[in-house]
């Protein structure tokens, strides 16, 4: 099983600012990874498929890279609506996993 | 518009059971694999269970395999989830999705639903 560790746990931020969140796997997904938005009381919202592919309507605000093991959401610009749980997912083998979360929130 | 509703949870005493319903509306349901995800209080995602087009092919995560079956109705555009031999710790919001998993290795969950509430105790 592969296990998706994201870092930080928490993160405490200003609109405004630029933010790179990480996501490390503990054996290649090849770019096969994808990165969820998540906010309280609600269900999650696909970001990036594919390592870096935005999924339709996320603004360009948010964008993903990375290969392998390692890899990156960057939100350029932080605005209001964007503090919120990020969670980053691969799939291998057929079956699926999850990061355990970054909380992004307002400084 | 593209839309998934769960329903069907609630409460159960442990070693119970309970099935799942997730209706789709605003897409060809028969042309997606299906994922449930569930989620416990104040916790991360954690993948259940999905099913191919055709409910042919199905995967569990360790936690529901021998316990929970996934199942779907592309006639009533429909996917289920029957559970069984329930357990504190499958207490949890239970989300379905839209998986788009394909041949070559990429899956991911482009819809979700709003979720449904499972709460096991006794």
């Known amino acids: 099983e592969i296990v998706l560790t994201q870092s930080p746990a928490t993160l405490s931020l200003s609109p405004g600012e630029r933010v790179t969140l990480s996501c490390r796997a503990s054996?290649?997904?090849?770019?096969?990874l994808a990165w969820y938005q998540q906010k309280p009381g609600q269900a999650p919202r696909l970001l990036i498929y594919?390592?870096?592919n935005r999924a339709t309507g996320i603004p360009a605000r948010f964008s993903g890279s990375g290969s392998g093991t390692d890899f990156t959401l960057t939100i350029s610009s932080l605005e209001s609506e964007d503090f919120a749980v990020y969670y980053c997912?691969?799939?291998?083998?057929?079956?699926?996993?999850f990061g355990q979360g970054t909380k992004l929130e307002i400084k | 518009q593209v839309q998934l509703v769960e329903f069907g949870g609630g409460s159960v005493k442990p070693g119970g059971s309970l099935r799942l319903s997730c209706a789709a509306s605003?897409?060809?349901?028969?042309?997606?694999?299906m994922s449930w995800i569930r989620q416990a209080p104040g916790k991360g995602l954690e993948w259940v269970s999905y099913?191919?087009?055709?409910?042919?092919?199905?995967y569990y995560a360790d936690s529901a395999k021998g316990r929970f079956t996934i199942s779907r109705d592309n006639a009533r555009k429909s996917l289920y989830l029957q559970m069984n031999s329930l357990r504190a710790e499958d207490t949890a919001v239970y989300f379905c999705?839209?998986?788009?998993?394909?041949?070559?290795?990429?899956?991911?969950?482009?819809?979700w639903g709003q979720g449904t509430t499972v709460i096991v105790s006794s």
């Open positions: 999705a839209r998986d788009r998993t394909d041949r070559y290795g990429s899956g991911f969950m482009d819809v």
């Open positions: 605003g897409f060809t349901f028969s042309d997606y694999y």
């Open positions: 099913i191919s087009y055709s409910g042919s092919t199905v």
């Open positions: 054996q290649s997904v090849r770019n096969y």
């Open positions: 594919d390592t870096s």
């Open positions: 997912q691969q799939r291998n083998n057929w079956l699926y996993s």
